[in-house]
């Protein structure tokens, strides 16, 4: 009996997959490529002294990001596709799992690349690594008036 209700749980969890349906507990795709596009978005001030996924509080005057498919604590430099600023960000957090963003920033980072007011932007971004880039401070932009 207990073989057969083990057989029935598997065969209904993989009903949603055989019938071309994506299962409600899919892994989180990584997304490792060294340059990725996409559109960002801003955090909302709810998420305010919340906690991140790799355990920080989260501030929107840090230079912070959430991004599904890179590795937390991977720092990323982000350039707004429509006026070329770019920012650099420590990604410490993950977006909700049915978000297609490619990344979350915090308020001070969509400042500085000048989209606050229309709250998306395309951009690209470019992987630097685990380590923080010794450049990561010079080569921001300035904020935004």
């Known amino acids: 009996m207990k073989t057969a209700l083990t057989l029935l749980l598997t065969v209904l969890a993989a009903a949603p997959c055989a019938l071309g349906q994506k299962s409600r507990t899919a892994a989180r795709v990584r997304n490792l490529d060294s340059v990725q596009y996409g559109v960002a978005s801003y955090y909302a001030d709810k998420f305010e002294g919340r906690r991140t996924a790799n355990g920080e509080t989260f501030s929107?005057?840090?230079?912070?990001?959430?991004?599904?498919?890179?590795?937390?604590?991977?720092?990323?430099?982000?350039?707004?596709?429509?006026?070329?600023?770019?920012?650099?960000?420590?990604?410490?957090?993950?977006?909700?799992?049915?978000?297609?963003?490619?990344?979350?920033?915090?308020?001070?980072?969509?400042?500085?690349?000048?989209?606050?007011?229309?709250?998306?932007?395309?951009?690209?971004?470019?992987?630097?690594?685990?380590?923080?880039?010794?450049?990561?401070?010079?080569?921001q932009a300035p904020k935004a008036p």
């Open 60 to 139: 929107q005057k840090k230079m912070t990001a959430a991004h599904n498919g890179l590795p937390l604590g991977t720092w990323i430099r982000v350039t707004n596709l429509r006026n070329g600023r770019k920012v650099v960000v420590k990604v410490n957090d993950r977006l909700h799992h049915r978000n297609r963003r490619l990344v979350d920033l915090s308020r001070t980072a969509a400042s500085r690349l000048g989209y606050l007011n229309s709250g998306l932007t395309k951009v690209r971004i470019e992987v630097l690594g685990r380590k923080k880039p010794t450049d990561a401070d010079a080569k």
